[in-house]
């Protein structure tokens, strides 16, 4: 247990990119302030994607009100994806340790600060501790997605920020699995991440949100037709993705004429999928038909989404 007292507090920055969270985000901001850990230690990083729910005026008024507190304080509105939002907050890191804290997650307890920093003073071995979701999850699906115990995700994760300078900044590119992608650089250059499965965080969903198959659906269609188009510029490569989710149910019927056709479909990205997982091929296994289900979903609902937007035209 790590006395609230620790001789040596050193500087840390907490970053955060944020989109629409207006109603989570205050309840997550309490939990930063309550901790047990030196304000004028900390540098607090928001990166706001142009939220349109509220979300930019409730870290206004948190800038306000905790402004002569912390180190400092640097809050930034502009169009980015997560990856690009992760790479902007590294710009304003001056401290030895970066915190990557999630704008929907409330921190394990007031001293989680304190015990994670604690744990890289201890252990230099490692270059990062992260805790887990307090959402319970399957045996199996746990086992697939611990890879021996270097790769939690970046929801609530304590790095020392010299990683990124043998690593270097997040894949532009791959804003959805930009924490998996960077996890994989870590473990070729030698490092190693602690993966604290004790120590849980809450993750704050939308109110009526459950954790099944059809919610996802519903949520990817929702992104698609609202959000999507807005938040990422298609590039030619992103479109070439819509077309192969749009054209993988018509692929898949397919199979009542020759087990060939959809075989022959499915298997260069099901293969990239198991080789980018390494040694860890059940998780390659599941991100495959994670994959299938949000691009096809998505797909479809950014070709209507855009087909009533030519309509109206």
């Not at 999928?273 to 998780?283: G, P, V, W």
């Amino acid at each position: 247990m790590v006395k609230k007292e620790m001789a040596e507090q050193p500087y840390i920055t907490i970053a955060m990119p944020v989109w629409n969270k207006a109603y989570c985000i205050q309840e997550v901001l309490d939990s930063i302030a309550a901790q047990d850990y030196r304000k004028n230690k900390i540098n607090l990083v928001f990166v706001d994607n142009v939220s349109q729910d509220g979300t930019l005026e409730i870290l206004k008024r948190f800038v306000d009100d905790y402004v002569s507190d912390y180190k400092e304080i640097d809050l930034l509105s502009c169009k980015s994806n997560v990856s690009q939002a992760r790479n902007i907050c590294l710009n304003y890191v001056k401290s030895e340790y970066i915190l990557w804290w999630d704008s929907d997650v409330v921190g394990p307890d007031n001293l989680c600060i304190l015990k994670a920093v604690h744990f890289l003073q201890e252990n230099p071995e490692y270059v990062g501790i992260g805790y887990q979701s307090s959402t319970k999850k399957p045996d199996w699906y746990q086992k697939a997605v611990q890879v021996k115990g270097t790769d939690c995700g970046l929801t609530w994760t304590l790095m020392r920020a010299c990683v990124f300078d043998r690593v270097g900044n997040f894949n532009v590119s791959s804003p959805s699995i930009e924490d998996s992608e960077l996890f994989l650089r870590i473990r070729k250059a030698g490092m190693k991440v602690f993966s604290d499965s004790k120590t849980t965080f809450r993750h704050l969903k939308p109110e009526g949100f459950k954790s099944t198959y059809l919610d996802y659906l519903k949520f990817n269609y929702r992104l698609g037709q609202t959000e999507f188009n807005h938040l990422i510029k298609i590039s030619r490569f992103q479109i070439l993705k819509v077309i192969y989710y749009f054209c993988l149910p018509i692929v898949l019927l397919l199979i009542f004429i020759h087990w060939l056709f959809p075989t022959l479909y499915l298997a260069p990205f099901l293969l990239f999928q198991i080789y980018k997982a390494k040694k860890n091929r059940l998780y390659g296994l599941l991100n495959f038909f994670a994959y299938i289900i949000a691009g096809v979903t998505l797909s479809y609902s950014y070709i209507i989404s855009s087909l009533k937007r030519r309509m109206k035209k």
